[in-house]
T-cell receptor
Framework: DVKVTQSSRYLVKRTGEKVFLECVQD?????MFWYRQDPGLGLRLIYF???????EKGDIPEGYSVSREKKERFSLILESASTNQTSMYLCASRTRKTQYNEQFFGPGTRLTVL | GDSVTQMEGPVTLSEEACLTI???????????LFWYVQYPGEGLQLLLKATKADDKGSNKGFEATYRKETTSFHLEKGSVQVSDSAVYFCALKMDTGRRALTFGSGTRLQVQP
């Protein structure tokens, strides 16, 4: 059974804190993604990694960075959390071996920044 | 750029009613189209997909047909159940260039017994 796991379901942090969100997939997928989900806005891409140590900015990268040191793990980092980063964060992975393959999503981390 | 527009929700239906959730897209080429579903407290799951014009995707009683002439991919089900209550997202992916999905804003469906 394919699996994408995220380190926390709920997280509460204070403004200015450094925040790490972790994502692990067990499918040997090359591609991994971080999305942010907000009501009325759908999912917006923050960062994408197409392989180990490779990354690309998505649509809303400001205030975020990422790390992909191992193939199975993709971390999202909020260098200095702000209240406007309160949101649901979803990780996904995908193999690049076929053209029309689906993305597999984790359960999400709901982050609240106070 | 590419974009997806979905009807706003919430959509509230009684059990066994017919469902249509509208989805239209704007793209510079010929995308693959997807419907994802998010049940309460869970991540997104692929519901169905279509990769070329006139393809019909189907799964769990849901269907959607890729209409190039109207740039649409409407989700339909003939008889909804309470267990179908969820948020539904329409998405597209181009064959080249951007490797991530472009999502619509999502439509919440509530089915009452």
């Amino acid at each position: 059974d394919v699996k994408v796991t995220q380190s926390s379901r709920y997280l509460v942090k204070r403004t200015g804190e450094k925040v790490f969100l972790e994502c692990v997939q067990d499918m040997d997928h090359e591609n991994m993604f971080w999305y942010r989900q907000d009501p009325g806005l759908g999912l917006r891409l923050i960062y994408f990694s197409y392989d180990v140590k490779m990354k690309e900015k998505g649509d809303i990268p400001e205030g975020y960075s990422v790390s992909r040191e191992k193939k199975e793990r993709f971390s999202l980092i909020l260098e200095s959390a702000s209240t406007n980063q309160t949101s649901m964060y979803l990780c996904a992975s995908r193999t690049r071996k076929t053209q029309y393959n689906e993305q597999f999503f984790g359960p999400g981390t709901r982050l609240t920044v106070l | 750029g590419d974009s997806v527009t979905q009807m706003e929700g919430p959509v509230t239906l009684s059990e066994e009613a017919c469902l249509t959730i509208n989805c239209t897209y704007t793209a510079t080429g010929y995308p693959s189209l997807f419907w994802y579903v998010q049940y309460p407290g869970e991540g997104l799951q692929l519901l169905l997909k279509a990769t070329k014009a006139d393809d019909k995707g189907s799964n769990k009683g849901f269907e959607a047909t890729y209409r190039k002439e109207t740039t649409s991919f409407h989700l339909e089900k003939g008889s909804v159940q309470v267990s179908d209550s969820a948020v539904y997202f329409c998405a597209l992916k181009m064959d080249t260039g951007r490797r991530a999905l472009t999502f619509g804003s999502g439509t919440r469906l509530q089915v009452q017994p």
